[in-house]
């Protein structure tokens, strides 16, 4: 059984007609309802959500589309960032076909991860915490997805600093958060990062994360392994005249990590979503593409991981 998560930055996702450094947009809910049923996803952790009201129409746009494989829900986390003029929030959708969230007694969930060095960053994570059994054909497990939005400091230390704080005391905490019981049997548990890091991925020497990265002692009193995938880049230039799609893209921010040991029990496939030759081909250009996209869905383009179980 095979399932796909996706991880969006919508950039100042709410229905404003300016951006928050004031380049003119007007969101386009059904084109964005479309990527997200015709790329298939379960679930997508969502960045950058300005207005409940947003989230919530594209909720209500995804069920006027949806069939009898589809049916939609979602989470607002409310103001994630702790300085005062930034609305910034995280979101969550997903197909109620296909997951549902997980009841914890006496706990929200989703919920945000403020214990640690959670508290520490400018916008702390928010995960929720899905599974598939009871759905038709659901497997019996539990998908815990961190939905992450590192900040956008002139100084790249800082962003690294969060980085580090996310893969060396947030992420191991929520992995190591006590399995759940069904029928006197352990439900395993996948944990993963998700969404903009801000921060880019090479193999290289000049990367700013390395594709595979070790966490030192941690509270555990071992060492731990992390991997970080998605190496295309996801950013996008202001629109000129651009005359090839690889012009359009400036960085690769977006990503997702993962305790290595999850290599072994699962087949993770990541890409990130084309939607300027997938959703805006009858624009006459890639410069055209590009300007119709950021006006009308984001400045960045959705990433997605596949997972199935070995």
């Not at 300005?50 to 989230?55: F, G, K, P, R, S």
């Not at 006496?106 to 060095?117: H, L, R, S």
């Not at 555990?220 to 005249?241: F, H, P």
């Not at 359009?248 to 977006?254: E, F, K, Q, T, V």
Request: overall charge neutral; proline content about 4%.
């Amino acid at each position: 059984m095979s399932y796909l998560i996706g991880s969006f930055n919508i950039r100042d996702f709410n229905f404003s007609n300016k951006s928050s450094d004031g380049e003119e947009v007007k969101r386009d809910f059904g084109k964005i309802a479309d990527i997200i049923i015709k790329e298939n996803f379960d679930i997508v952790a969502i960045q950058e959500v300005n207005a409940e009201i947003a989230i919530k129409h594209l909720t209500y746009i995804l069920n006027k589309k949806r069939d009898f494989l589809h049916e939609w829900d979602y989470d607002f986390s409310g103001k994630a960032a702790t300085t005062i003029n930034d609305p910034e929030g995280y979101g969550f959708v997903w197909n109620k076909k296909r997951f549902r969230l997980l009841e914890l007694p006496n706990k929200n969930n989703p919920t945000y991860y403020n214990c640690a060095g959670g508290k520490t960053l400018l916008r702390p994570p928010y995960y929720g915490r899905f599974t598939a059994r009871g759905m038709r054909g659901g497997t019996n497990f539990e998908l815990r997805i961190v939905n992450i939005h590192i900040q956008d400091s002139t100084y790249e230390r800082e962003r690294i600093a969060e980085f580090n704080v996310l893969v060396k005391q947030v992420l191991p905490r929520i992995c190591d958060h006590q399995e759940l019981s069904v029928q006197n049997e352990m439900m395993p548990a996948y944990t993963f990062l998700a969404g903009d890091y801000n921060l880019r991925l090479d193999k290289g020497d000049r990367a700013v994360i390395r594709i595979e990265s070790i966490t030192p002692t941690n509270y555990t009193g071992r060492n731990r392994y992390y991997k970080t995938v998605q190496e295309e880049k996801t950013s996008l230039r202001q629109a000129k005249e651009q005359s090839t799609i690889d012009d359009c893209y400036a960085s690769n921010y977006d990503h997702f990590t993962c305790e290595m040991d999850l290599t072994k029990k699962l087949f993770l496939d990541v890409d990130r979503v084309e939607p300027l030759t997938g959703y805006f081909a009858d624009e006459e250009s890639p410069g055209k593409m590009l300007d119709s996209y950021r006006k009308k869905v984001s400045d960045h383009v959705p990433i997605k991981i596949s997972i199935d179980l070995k």
